[in-house]
């Protein structure tokens, strides 16, 4: 199952972005104290004794305003509140329990979520204060007097938190099988993939941008394995998120790509490679995903001998971020090359999950040092003693040397190129961490 989702409401200026940023440990939502800054949601990764979840901050709740912007805030964390599995619902001690209060504490016990009550701006340490008890009064059970500016209380709120969870966030699937996320903007064709695989109508397809709103799963069994197929909604610009329900579309997109082992990243080969498909599979690509760029609708494109080819370098020079990346050039339509798709799914993954011997990338690294020389500085020059791998999903080597600041960008990558030459790892980042040695060490 995809990771739970906690929303962060209450009334405006109740200190909920403050509370979201304690929470996540950055500065990511905008805190203010004027009511009504925090306009749309915004959402990140939590992680709570080993137990991780996606947390959502949400614009304040006014129940009876008719102002334009504060009615759409209130949309937005309505839906917000649809799509939680728990609500943390933040009040202020110091105005007390208000109108608002109790109307939102209503709206909430409608929904039918579990609800975690947060008195925030409790600040001083000691006895829980008098003023916290008038909180019993919303009926939403134990309040929990929270500071977020100081993070005091914050431990038993999330412990409540967690205790509505599922037993274990982990899929029902064997360890053996392969998720595969299936990524890209609205319209690339996702749906019309999932369908020509399953055999069946088993997605949505439509023509209009933005069909699929949530994340599905499509279980297919090949003699190349079992694979998992994730359909996810299509990620477009935010200035283009127009409706309301395409915001958590977005945040379910991402979220299948952190369930996924292998993300096939969907383009349209009529409308060529745009800035926001380079977004998309940057997403993939940071959280260190196998990838395959799949061009789909070539069943479309006017082709002569010639096509494929200059296509190809052309998207080559499009991700040249991701150099390590593979296409294949389908139709998800006709079914053209669909076929080949699970070989590298499964050929991309093998890589992904690849374990390289200490020995071995020694060997290769001292090849590459005799090859060319570490860079210098003002007479000092880096010395990599050895390297090992650290772990798997993506590859990631941990180096040794001398001096850290002297490893410069380009050596790292010239590294990299010989790894990859010597043992493939098609389809897959590689995630070098450098560690100095002590210099006072023998």
């Not at 619902?89 to 947060?118: E, W």
């Not at 003699?223 to 994730?230: A, D, H, K, L, N």
């Not at 390297?387 to 990299?416: C, G, W």
Request: glycine letters at 6%; charged letters at 25%.
């Amino acid at each position: 199952m995809a990771l739970p989702v906690v929303a962060v409401v209450g009334r405006p200026n109740v200190g909920k972005s403050t509370l979201f940023n304690k929470l996540i440990g950055q500065r990511l939502s905008i805190v203010e104290d004027t009511p009504g800054v925090t306009r749309d949601r915004i959402y990140a990764k939590c992680e709570w004794r080993n137990r991780k979840f996606m947390v959502v901050d949400t614009g304040g709740i006014e129940p009876r305003e008719d102002d334009k912007i504060l009615t759409l805030m209130r949309q937005q964390a309505e839906l917000a509140i649809s799509h939680a599995d728990v609500i943390i619902f933040v009040t202020d001690m110091r105005s007390g329990v208000t109108a608002n209060d109790y109307a939102v504490a209503d709206m909430l016990m409608k929904s039918g979520k579990p609800i975690v009550l947060c008195v925030n701006k409790c600040d001083n340490l000691g006895e829980t204060p008098m003023e916290v008890y008038e909180f019993y009064n919303l009926g939403l059970g134990d309040p929990y007097p929270v500071s977020s500016v100081h993070g005091h209380g914050t431990g038993d709120m999330l412990d409540d938190v967690i205790s509505h969870f599922p037993e274990t966030d982990e899929d029902d699937y064997a360890e053996e099988d392969i998720r595969v996320a299936v990524i890209g903007k609205p319209n690339a064709g996702k749906s019309s993939l999932i369908n020509r695989i399953a055999g069946e109508e088993r997605v949505i397809v439509s023509d209009i941008a933005g069909t699929t709103r949530d994340a599905t799963d499509t279980v297919i069994d090949r003699e190349e394995g079992r694979f998992v197929f994730i359909d996810t909604a299509g990620i477009r610009r935010k200035s283009k998120i127009t409706e309301r329900v395409e915001h958590f579309s977005v945040l379910r997109a991402y979220m299948a790509v952190d369930r996924a082992d292998v993300c096939v990243i969907m383009i349209d080969a009529t409308a060529g490679f745009t800035e926001q498909d380079s977004k998309v599979a940057g997403y993939a690509h940071e959280q260190g995903k196998a990838c395959i760029v799949a061009v789909n609708k070539w069943d479309a494109v006017e082709k002569n001998d010639k096509t494929m080819q200059e296509y190809r370098a052309k998207l080559e020079q499009d991700f040249s971020f991701m150099s390590y990346v593979p296409f294949v050039f389908i139709s998800a339509k006709t079914g053209q090359r669909v076929e080949k798709l699970f070989e590298m799914i499964k050929f991309v993954h093998g890589q992904n999950s690849m374990r390289i011997s200490t020995g071995m990338l020694n060997d290769v690294l001292s090849y590459a040092t005799a090859r060319v020389q570490p860079p210098s500085d003002k007479g000092k020059r880096l010395k990599i003693y050895y390297m090992t791998q650290a772990s798997t999903k993506p590859p990631t080597f941990v180096m040794f040397v001398n001096r850290a600041d002297l490893f410069h960008f380009s050596y790292q990558r010239y590294i990299e190129n010989q790894i990859r030459t010597t043992f493939g790892l098609e389809g897959t980042p590689v995630r070098f961490i450098i560690r100095e040695r002590n210099r006072n060490d023998a």
